[in-house]
Nanobody, 120 residues
Framework: QVQLVESGGGLVQAGGSLRLSCARS????????MGWYRQAPGKQRELVAR???????TYADSVKGRFTISSVNAKNTVYLQMNSLKPEDTAVYYC??????????????WGKGTLVTVSS
């Protein structure tokens, strides 16, 4: 069974920084992308940042220049460094990986989320 567990969320003042971590347990093959999504109250879940298997990264326009996504340990862990946080960054942040288990189709795997609250 694959599990993604996020950590690092919390309450921070505007202008501050947080580093989110996502640790994977369980075997997952052919991971083509890992990413962070967020969902604010009353809004749809949106892509924040994504890193492809080749290392290329994609960021939402709203976080470019402030957030950095990275992965280590053969894609067992993915990080999101968040700097210059703004109140509008307040949301539940979800870790995502797209890959496959042995004898199964490739699909999305999600963590349960970690809450980030930015006070003004």
């Amino acid at each position: 069974q694959v599990q993604l567990v996020e950590s690092g969320g919390g309450l921070v003042q505007a202008g501050g920084s947080l580093r989110l971590s996502c640790a994977r347990s369980g075997s997952l093959f052919a991971i083509t992308a890992m990413g962070w999504y967020r969902q604010a109250p009353g809004k749809q879940r949106e892509l924040v940042a994504r890193i492809a298997s080749g290392g290329s990264t994609t960021y939402a326009d709203s976080v470019k220049g402030r957030f950095t996504i990275s992965s280590v340990n053969a894609k067992n862990t993915v990080y999101l460094q968040m700097n210059s946080l703004k109140p509008e960054d307040t949301a539940v942040y979800y870790c995502n990986m797209f890959g496959k288990r042995l004898l199964s189709e490739a699909r999305d795997y999600w963590g349960k989320g970690t809450l980030v609250t930015v006070s003004s």
